[in-house]
Each structure stands twice: as C-alpha cells, then as structure tokens.
C-alpha cells in the first residue's frame, strides 16, 4: 500500500453522490462487511466507493468512523480492506464483461449495417400495377395489390426475416406484414417509429383466430423510405403517464394516439351534425369575430342573411382554482326571430 497516497475517509454520514473521500466530506458506507463474513451494523466496514475512486492499486489508507470515545477517524483494517477487494475485483471483472459484450454487439450490429446497405429492393414488374388508397378504404380492396403511405405506429419484430410493422395515416390503422429480403434492408434495420414509409402489396383477410385492425393485413412485396424518424419514437419524448405539464408541452405528439385522436373524430362528427341539423332547416352559417358578443352580433346579420348560426370558441375569464376548469369552450349558437309566439315554441321544440 502506497504511504504517500491521498487517504479516503468513509462515515455513515458521508454521501457517495456529493462525498469527494476527504474529511469534511466522506463517502457513505454502501457495504459492511464483518470480521465473520456477513453483513453487521455493528462491524467496522470499509466503503466499496472508496476503492472505486482510488480505481487501482496500490490502494492508500482507508479511515472510518473511530469506535473510540474522542477519536474521530481509525484506520480500516487491513482484513476488512481485503474483504473489500474481493467484492471490487469480482465488480471490476462483471464491468469489463459488460464493456466487452456492448463493443461486441456494437461490432456485429455495424457489420449487419453494412451488409445490408449492399441489399437493393426492386419492384416485381410482372406484378399487377397497384392501385393508392387511404387506410379508411382498405375493406373495398381485399385481395387487390394496393399502395399505402403512412407513418409507422409501431413495429413488433418476429425473426430476422419476419417483422409487423402498424401503419398509421390519420384515417385509420392498418398491419403490414414484411418477410424476407423486406426485413434485411439497412432502411429496415434501422426503421424507427413515426418514420413515414410507403407499402406496396396485397390485402389478404386475417384466418380465424387472428387479430388485427380492420380484420385484414398489407402482405409487402415492396417497401420504401419516405422520411426517417429519429430511434426510440414518441416514447422516449413523452406517455400518457408523463406528468400533464409535459403532456401539454408536446402536444402535438400527444395527438397521434389513439385516444386523442378519438376524442377529434368524435368532435369532428358532433360538429357535422350541428350544421347539418341547421343547413336543413334554411341557417346560414355566420363566422363572428371571437372578440365580440356573438349573439349581438348574429342579431345584427339577420336582415340581410335571415335564419343565421354559428359555431365558434368562447371564453371564460374566471379564477381557475382546478385543471377541470375550462377556460375556452365551443359553442353552437343559432339565431331566429319568429313573427308570433306559436312559431317561437315550435322553434324551441325543434331545437
């Protein structure tokens, strides 16, 4: 052991996060280890950061909590120092392990990145010319060799020759099924969530017992890259676990779930069927400055317009003391002036 060496002092006290082994800020004591070879409160112990930081040897003296009434620090044994190796050698070799299979996979994955840039997919041309449909569409087209573009939702990979991949492309969703040289690609290989691709191939009905978004899946003959996407996909960014301030901050990747957009379609179609309810009866639909009384404006159009609706956001300025307070709402507001009560009761009625 080195005498010339720094000394590293460890106390129950001390921190191994903020802790730097000297006196005023000393390691804490992550492993006891007893004279007998187990763990004790009570035996002397010796911080397995210590040797982590002094990282090789010849190690210098190690200082812990003095048992004795007046002394502050006493040297760590040196039958407890070499209990301490044991436990860092065996450490040291799981981390060299550990260095070596991460340089290993990292070597195999670059070599299978480079074979693959030399894998060059081509379109069968004695195959049927394919027909571009949206995903709302695919039913009509079962067993017909069709192209579909879209943003990938997520991929579960089978085999190294075999993996599904859920397209998305805001009318629905919609697995493709790759295989072969399909998967081998380096755009393949390195394929990552919310990267936008084009799928050619044929809609083929899922057998019993199998489950997939419409019933159906794109069986690919060919496959190309529209736009890569950046590895790990929305998930790394944000989930519907994440914290509401971070929700909120990444909407606009929020909304390419399922539920949200849900929530959008629903509006879309309760919308649609507001004008729709207000067009059959004669409205014309009137666009208001937000920042004026809708209705007094409505009442201003009717002489020239006559029946007048509109559909547009309105504010409450409130003190909101809940995030269930809505602050800006959509409201539907039509706008008639019957000539005689009857007329205005039915019209209520109606409504």
């Known amino acids: 052991m080195a005498e010339s060496a720094t000394p590293l002092y460890t106390s129950e006290k001390g921190s191994d996060e903020t802790g730097a082994g000297t006196e005023d800020q000393p390691f804490l004591t992550l ?12 035996s002397k112990s010796v911080s397995l950061q210590a040797m982590r930081e002094a990282g090789k040897e010849p190690f210098p003296k190690f200082y812990t909590d003095s048992k004795q009434e007046g002394e502050r620090w006493e040297e760590v044994s040196q039958s407890q120092v070499k209990k301490m190796k044991k436990v860092w050698v065996r450490e040291g070799y799981k981390q060299d392990k550990a260095e070596q299979r991460l340089k290993d996979d990292a070597e195999k994955r670059q070599k299978n ?4 840039k030399q894998i060059v997919l081509t379109q069968d041309s004695s195959l049927p010319a394919p027909k571009r449909i949206k995903i709302r569409d695919t039913v009509d087209h079962r067993d017909q060799r069709v192209r579909i573009s ?13 993996f599904f991949i859920v397209l ?6 919609l697995q493709c ?5 399909l998967c081998q690609t380096y755009e393949a290989l390195t394929l990552a969530p919310e990267s936008t691709i084009t799928v050619y191939g044929v809609l083929k009905t899922l057998p ?3 489950t997939a978004p419409g019933g159906h899946e794109l069986v690919a003959d060919y496959w190309e890259m529209v ?7 929305v998930e790394n960014v944000v989930t519907e676990h994440s914290h509401i301030d971070q929700q ?3 909407r606009h990747l929020m909304l390419r779930g399922e539920t949200l957009s849900k929530i959008f379609r629903a509006r879309s179609i309760i919308t649609q069927c507001f004008r729709d309810h207000y067009f059959s009866r004669g409205y014309v639909e009137v666009t208001p400055p937000t920042l004026v009384k809708t209705q007094l404006y409505l009442e201003t159009v009717i002489p020239a317009l006559g029946d007048v609706f509109c559909i547009t956001s309105s504010y409450r300025a409130e003190v909101s003391r809940t995030r269930r307070h809505v602050a800006e709402l959509v409201t539907a507001r039509p706008t008639y002036i019957p000539s005689r009560l009857n007329a205005a009761i039915f019209y209520i009625f109606c409504m």
Not at 113 to 116: N, R, S
Not at 152 to 161: A, E
Not at 168 to 173: I, S, V
């Open 31 to 42: 492993l006891r280890v007893s004279v007998r070879g187990y763990y004790s409160p009570e």
């Open 113 to 116: 990145l480079e074979e693959a």
């Open 150 to 162: 879209g943003w990938v939702h997520n991929i579960r990979q089978q085999s190294k020759s075999l």
């Open 168 to 173: 998305r492309d805001g009318t629905g969703f």
């Open 177 to 181: 099924l790759f295989h072969d040289k």
């Open 208 to 210: 019993e017992g199998k």
């Open 227 to 233: 736009g890569a996407a950046p590895a790990g996909g």
């Open 248 to 250: 909120l901050d990444n």
